[in-house]
């Protein structure tokens, strides 16, 4: 009987979360939820697909002591982790004269330094594979300099850098490194847009439209396989085409 592998979701609660979580469970994997909360949403994918779920982990990112509390856990259950998914981030914007550094800060403690601190405290787990994964799911922002983008864009562009330097370091190990930058993505975080905002959006885009959940979901799922072996280090864009 084949086993099934196991891999840790971060922000399992959000839309991107949810959609790699239900698209890893379709390819016969297993999955550790990490979230800060449930919602609505949070709870009719657990209700219907419990079984898969080896383990909900309650925790705030931001918070390192939860953060060892929660990798406890996994190890006290003995669960072997496969990879590793990093969903959690937020989103702000304002041009730069009108962002206090506190609020850069705030950014860039979840998008890019808890990130980070998991992924160390992780790493002794993957290490014990023949093949482990790490997939950072950062944004086109990162590449792009847009007004308005200072908080956000910068703290994804750090996320970026970081894959590419963790895909130098531990390919030693067999841990492959990659993140994903989607464009303007159709999730909760869009909707809280103007009309005018995800227009002006949408029209950078050739194809002139978002970027869906299940794009994110099925490039993880094929960078989890071994069709993607020789790729590491990557930033695979889903923008639908940019000039940029």
Sequence with gaps: MIRRKTYLIT????????????????DKSNII?????????????????????????????????????????????????DGLINSAGIATGSIFEMTPIKKIKEVFDTNLFSLLYLTQKILPLLKR??????????????????RGNIAYGASKASLIYSTKVLANELTNYNIRVNAIAPHIVKS??????????????????????????????????????????????QIIRLDGGMEN
């Design 11 to 26: 922000g399992a609660s959000g839309d991107i979360g949810i959609a790699i979580a239900n698209k890893l469970i379709q």
């Design 188 to 233: 909760k975080m869009l909707r809280l847009m103007s009309n005018e905002k995800k227009k002006e959006l949408k029209d950078q885009s050739f194809m002139k439209k978002e970027c869906t959940v299940e794009d994110i979901s099925e490039v993880v799922s094929f960078l989890l396989t071994k069709k993607s072996n020789y790729i590491n280090g």
């Design 33 to 81: 939820c990490c979230l800060r909360k449930e919602n609505q949403k949070y709870k009719k994918f657990i209700k219907k697909n419990k079984k898969f779920v080896s383990l909900e982990l309650f925790f705030d990112i931001n918070n390192y002591k939860d953060v060892d509390e929660a990798i406890y856990k996994i190890k006290k259950k003995n669960i072997k982790i």
């Design 129 to 146: 594979n023949k093949l482990s994964h790490i997939i950072n799911i950062s944004s086109v922002s990162g590449i792009i300099a847009q």
